[in-house]
């Protein structure tokens, strides 16, 4: 036991001279390993951040149950947004309220518009309507709509309308207005320009749901500047329960009442949004397994060409009398070090990478978080460096001192 001691610290003590003889290369086997964890710490926390973002997206919502007709599909027209698929929503959500256990059912829609703040210049963005606010929409600030059912008027459309708004922080930065300010809203330029809403709220509830700009217009008035007042459509209508409701009891009761619509909980409207996204969420899961792949080739071709570059040395060793067991055991210490510098390096390095990605995400496409580091993904990251590293150099090693020293130094 005292004899494989002393070779183990033999071994480390020569690992240790041989990295330092050679700091450039040193380094650059430190940063490479660094890199292929930062590569697999990053592509697989953007695929957590994906899914745990869009479940957190749908707990923000507060709602219990969604109803969809059929599939929900997200649509990248005029800056995304939901298909609206759900017709005669007013008629359909009043019946789902009737239900003894269900609070509200409140239909929404979503459509992109054009929006000009009264400088001529019109911008596309996400339109939201709902018959009110409260559990659909909660106010920050400002009073909210003062009618929101005026020009519905049960069902004529001919009542007058409120030409009302409520903006999310994120639009009011954009297009430089604040409560009280006015905007021009259509489904076309020319609707825009004879429909002039005054904005009359702020919320982040749609904006967040959505990770995008939004307008909110009563629901009336959105189907009336979109053209839809004869069918009525809504993407979802959400419902929020009674207080001790069981969500999916209810969800059954309702989905057996309106065999027709798609009924579902949190969880799986989440998982309906996504299935739809299949092949981007498979080309995700791609590129983790490909990450993790390519740490792993990258961290072992690394550690195989430093102990080819260092075979010379080595030879000249064992033609002093030192023994392929210790020579081995360098190589294998060597992978030990600079596994475990470079793993530390790249799991250390993983948060500030992870906050510069963010912040372009949040630019870009408007959601926080979409990459998130976990506990086992930084674990994940630090095993590979220092496993593979290790079991890499250790074969390296074997090889390296498999050639005869003569032939090497010839």
Known sequence: MIGVLRKLRVASSLALAQLRDSPLRTVFAILGIAIAVLAVTVLAGAGVGVLETGEQQFETAGQDVWVTAGDTRLTPTGGGGFENVLTDSRSVAAEMESHDEVRTAVPMAFDTVYVDAGNGEYESIIATGVPGTGSAVQIRDGQGFSDPGRHYAGGSYDGEMTHEVIIDQRTGERLDVEINDTLNIGSSTTIARNNEFTIVGESETIAELLGASTVTLPLDEFHRITGTTGTEPATFIVITLEDGSNAETVAADLQDEHPDLSVRTNAEQLE???????????????????????????????????????????????????????????????GVMLGTIGGLIGVLLTPVAVRGLNEIAVALVGFDGLVQTESWILLTGGLIAIIIGTASASIAGWRVVRDRPIEVLR
Do not use: D, K, N, P
């Open 272 to 334: 309906a949004v996504l299935e739809e996204q299949l092949l981007v969420l498979a080309a995700g899961g791609t590129f983790v397994l490909l990450a993790i792949i390519t740490g792993i080739a990258l961290t072992a071709q690394l550690l195989t060409l430093l102990a080819y570059q260092q075979r010379e040395t080595f030879a000249a060793l064992m033609a002093q009398g030192c023994s392929r067991t210790l020579i081995a055991g360098t190589v294998g210490w060597q």
